[in-house]
């Protein structure tokens, strides 16, 4: 659904952009948590430069000590601003006007949450073919893409932002994540069940209110990224389908199961809100293992994108289960990495049993992960160690790490060797 356009009065557009200014000013006074992402970043590059992913997930200041850092002269838009609302296309020329007013001469230019703008990609081409060196945020991954790659094609270099990882959490908290020391490791311990408790969105490190700050922020990604976007009639429906997948994920989904359970009149609509609810970055998609593309595309396992999103809302009656939490947390280090090293992550199962994590290059598997958050029970034991046995057997890969709360150790099986690692350890 497109935005209803408004003319904004080219003075009041300079006082929006200048109040903006002097929060830019501000930057480098503040301390910003190191990102891995950050270097990923080319500031040099001709291209665009895409910081995607979900909201609160501190795309904008991972874009902030980018520029701050690099010490370059740059100008500022933030779309997101509800003085912005409705700001028409043929007005972006009044902004980079205003833009050139306020700030004088610049090669660099940061555009935050510019898909809130219909039409922006014609203008980053034009800043583009002009060689301003151009860097944006965005919250729905599907807008961007598409739009890049049908404006942008060649021009643009995407970099997916999730929430704080293990290692930027003990940055944050002032924990040394290298010290080995008993205490130290009591430390690490400590911090990792907070972790898991809270998630590692930014903003939960110092707001105390988490229930009502996720209930927040679900709803606004539901109502402004989802159902504005998508013009959504039966909002109470898909709103029902959003919380029900975030409270019982991860987990394999019947888009037929669904369409029966809320009443919707297809399978196909069911499909539909999955697709944006992964566009806007609430919920990841792995793919079953398969050599057969057709069974590939079928019986996607959903992830929630941070475990705050499990139960941290409101009326959630969620499972406290510790093991889909641990498995959440997993998946999410192993999209960080999968996207840095170009690898492809999917889960196997079949009735003998399942793996969690199949690590693929191309079409060469190269490890096989399972997750399980206590293996002191024989029976659980077993059923864990099976399920990287068949892993093992159906892809011939000898790399077998089983992650576990806090258990280190090696054991073999049929003559293969298995690691046991802290998942604490593995995700530093």
Known sequence: MQNQQVIIDKRVLETILLDQKAEVEQWSNDKFCPRGEKDLIDLDSPQAQVVIGVRR???STLCKQTLVSANFKFAYADFDDER???LGTNQLNDVLETLYKIYGDFRYIFLDEIQNIDGWPL???RLLRNNIHVILTGSNAKLLSTDLA?????RSSEIELYPFSFREYCTINSIDYTLHTTKGIADLRRLFDKYMAKGGFPELTIIKDEKRYISNLVDNILKRDIEQRYNITFTAQFE???????????TVVSAQDLADVFNFKSAQTVRNYISYLKQAYLLI???KFSTKSKIRITQEKLYAVDVALMNQRDNAFASENMGWRLETIVLIQLMRKCKSEG??????KNRSGECDFILCDGNKVIQCIQVSYDISSEKTRKREIKGLMLAHKQTHCKNLLLLTDHEYGELEADGVEITIQPVYDYII
Do not use: E, Q, R
């Open 57 to 59: 997930s501190g795309k």
């Open 84 to 86: 912005m609302k409705g």
């Open 123 to 125: 203008f980053v081409n």
């Open 150 to 154: 049908t404006h942008l094609t060649g």
């Open 240 to 250: 029902n389908l959003a919380n029900h997948l975030l409270n019982i994920s991860p």
């Open 285 to 287: 998609g792995v793919k």
């Open 343 to 348: 690898l492809d992550v999917y889960y196997l």
